[in-house]
């Protein structure tokens, strides 16, 4: 059997958004989404293979941010106002001095909140400190929300509004009406974070489901890999592909001249790019060239009768 194999050369860029030469969207920092210019000693062609080998990111992101840092607040027949949470990154001891701080500014009745967390099932507990009965309400978005633009997950509560449960004697305060989130709270925020590409994420073969309806709802989109969150805010990100041996096939791009890349935060898409606060991530990435073919005899492997003539790429 007659095998053709292609030739294929390995070429490596180390990128840092700090050394772009200009970000991929005038209003954006180039650390956040940067347009890098790809040197080397010939013009890229016929690109065979990519992928990210390595990358280092600073968790320096707000998990409370500005697309996500609003709620509605309703105290009884009162008209519901905004409460507008602290940007940055908090513990959930620290998370809840903000949110009572945050609802008292926000009460028209005056009322004086109290928030509890409590360690074991992770939750909070809101309660406003009033000597009467004055029950009030939370709402996150409409009842499909995916938590995409407001802080619910990262409270722990679900989409839509839910109403305080009942009027305790003796809690933490006095007395006042709670409201007991359902959820485990996320104050630390997602798990994990994509690197996504517009110049080449669609020609790459990664797919999310159907379901997650912020980011292109299973559609082969800008995403080229997926990275854990392996730190507390402040820490650095260092990461490296577990499975380096296989690449994404590009099918022979005809050439490459400059590619961008940005980081998303979860399933979430309201900030788009991720914004790093001034600090840059970086990323080693693969290119695997073709220069050609060779060919060479094999032993015959035959299907359906007939010899397989088989191109690899290694």
Same mark, same amino acid.
């Given at each position: 059997?007659?095998?053709?194999?292609?030739?294929?050369?390995?070429?490596?860029?180390?990128?840092?958004? *700090?050394?772009? !030469?200009?970000?991929?969207?005038? &209003?954006?920092?180039?650390?956040?989404?940067?347009?890098?210019?790809?040197?080397?000693?010939?013009?890229?062609?016929?690109?065979?293979? %990519?992928?990210?080998?390595?990358?280092?990111?600073?968790?320096?992101?707000?998990?409370?941010?500005?697309?996500?840092?609003?709620?509605?607040? $309703?105290? =009884?027949?009162?008209?519901?106002?905004?409460?507008?949470?602290?940007?940055?990154?908090? &513990?959930? *001891?620290?998370?809840?001095?903000?949110?009572?701080?945050?609802?008292? *500014?926000?009460?028209?009745? !005056?009322?004086?909140?109290?928030?509890?967390?409590?360690?074991?099932?992770?939750?909070?507990?809101?309660?406003?400190?009033?000597?009467? =009965?004055?029950?009030?309400?939370? $709402? %996150?978005?409409?009842?499909?929300?995916?938590?995409?633009?407001?802080?619910?997950?990262?409270?722990? %509560?679900?989409? !839509?509004?839910?109403?305080?449960?009942?009027?305790?004697?003796?809690?933490?305060?006095?007395?006042?009406?709670?409201?007991?989130?359902?959820?485990?709270?996320?104050?630390?925020?997602?798990n994990y974070v994509?690197? &996504?590409?517009?110049?080449?994420?669609?020609?790459?073969?990664?797919?999310?489901?159907? !379901?997650?309806?912020?980011?292109?709802?299973?559609?082969?989109?800008?995403?080229?890999?997926?990275?854990?969150?392996?730190?507390?805010?402040?820490?650095?990100?260092?990461?490296?592909?577990?499975?380096?041996?296989?690449?994404?096939?590009?099918?022979?791009?005809?050439?490459?001249?400059?590619?961008?890349?940005?980081?998303?935060?979860?399933?979430? #898409?309201?900030?788009?790019?991720?914004?790093?606060?001034?600090? #840059?991530?970086?990323?080693?990435?693969?290119?695997?060239?073709?220069?050609?073919?060779?060919?060479?005899?094999? *032993?015959?492997?035959w299907q359906n009768?007939?010899?397989?003539?088989?191109?690899?790429?290694?």
């Amino acid at each position: 059997m007659l095998e053709i194999k292609m030739v294929l050369k390995y070429l490596e860029f180390q990128l840092d958004s *700090a050394d772009s !030469g200009q970000s991929y969207i005038g &209003n954006v920092k180039k650390t956040d989404w940067p347009l890098f210019i790809l040197g080397g000693k010939k013009p890229l062609e016929n690109i065979a293979g %990519f992928k990210i080998i390595e990358a280092q990111i600073p968790f320096s992101w707000y998990v409370v941010n500005r697309t996500n840092k609003t709620f509605v607040l $309703t105290e =009884d027949a009162q008209a519901p106002v905004t409460v507008t949470l602290v940007e940055g990154n908090y &513990n959930a *001891a620290d998370f809840g001095v903000m949110l009572e701080l945050a609802l008292r *500014a926000a009460s028209l009745r !005056g009322d004086t909140y109290d928030v509890v967390y409590d360690a074991a099932p992770m939750k909070f507990k809101i309660y406003n400190d009033a000597n009467a =009965d004055h029950p009030f309400s939370l $709402t %996150f978005g409409g009842g499909g929300d995916s938590g995409n633009a407001n802080p619910r997950i990262v409270m722990g %509560f679900n989409a !839509g509004s839910i109403q305080s449960q009942t009027y305790e004697v003796g809690g933490p305060a006095p007395n006042g009406n709670v409201l007991a989130a359902p959820n485990v709270c996320q104050v630390t925020g997602p798990n994990y974070v994509y690197v &996504n590409s517009t110049s080449i994420g669609t020609l790459t073969d990664m797919y999310l489901p159907k !379901g997650a309806v912020n980011l292109d709802k299973g559609n082969s989109g800008p995403q080229v890999t997926k990275i854990p969150v392996t730190v507390q805010p402040g820490g650095v990100i260092y990461w490296s592909d577990p499975d380096p041996e296989k690449y994404f096939d590009l099918e022979n791009l005809a050439n490459l001249s400059q590619i961008d890349f940005y980081l998303t935060l979860g399933n979430t #898409s309201a900030m788009t790019p991720l914004e790093l606060n001034g600090l #840059s991530f970086s990323l080693k990435i693969g290119l695997l060239v073709k220069e050609g073919t060779v060919s060479e005899t094999a *032993a015959s492997s035959w299907q359906n009768d007939r010899v397989i003539k088989r191109i690899r790429l290694q």
